[in-house]
């Protein structure tokens, strides 16, 4: 059974941190690059950040980068996103997915930013809240 479960989220000042955590079963994990992305209501899905499958290419949208830092550990089927210095902007689902074809890619981020169609295996999302 696939199951890919975000967590971490909450209601943060603008200012504060969070670390949201990302676990996938019943998927490989490892040669592939995973994602995050987000969706505030009313707005497209967007692609936040995204790391490839050995953690040694990173890429983050414009409006995070800086602010936000991307890991995973392989050994636990677990992807992290940092997220320092949080801002009203930020509020929205918080999404982790993994690439759809990793045969094409090598395991390397699809597109920068990453592009919500070029992943799958959502999960259902871990709500972020940041108070102005």
């Known amino acids: 059974q696939v199951q890919v479960v975000e967590s971490g989220g909450g209601l943060v000042q603008a200012g504060g941190s969070l670390r949201l955590s990302c676990t996938a079963s019943g998927l490989s994990f490892d040669g592939y690059a995973m994602g995050w992305f987000r969706q505030a209501p009313g707005k497209e899905r967007e692609g936040v950040s995204c790391?490839?499958?050995?953690?040694?290419?990173?890429e983050y949208a414009d409006s995070v980068k800086g602010r936000f830092t991307i890991s995973r550990d392989n050994a636990k089927n677990t992807l992290y996103l940092q997220m320092k210095n949080l801002k009203p902007d930020d509020t929205a689902m918080y999404y982790c997915?993994?690439?759809?074809?990793?045969?094409?890619?090598?395991?390397?981020?699809?597109?920068?930013?990453?592009?919500?169609?070029?992943?799958?295996?959502w999960g259902q999302g871990t709500q972020v809240t940041v108070s102005s």
């Open positions: 790391i490839s499958y050995n953690g040694a290419s990173t």
């Open positions: 997915a993994r690439e759809r074809m990793p045969g094409a890619t090598g395991g390397y981020c699809p597109s920068h930013p990453p592009r919500p169609a070029d992943f799958g295996s």
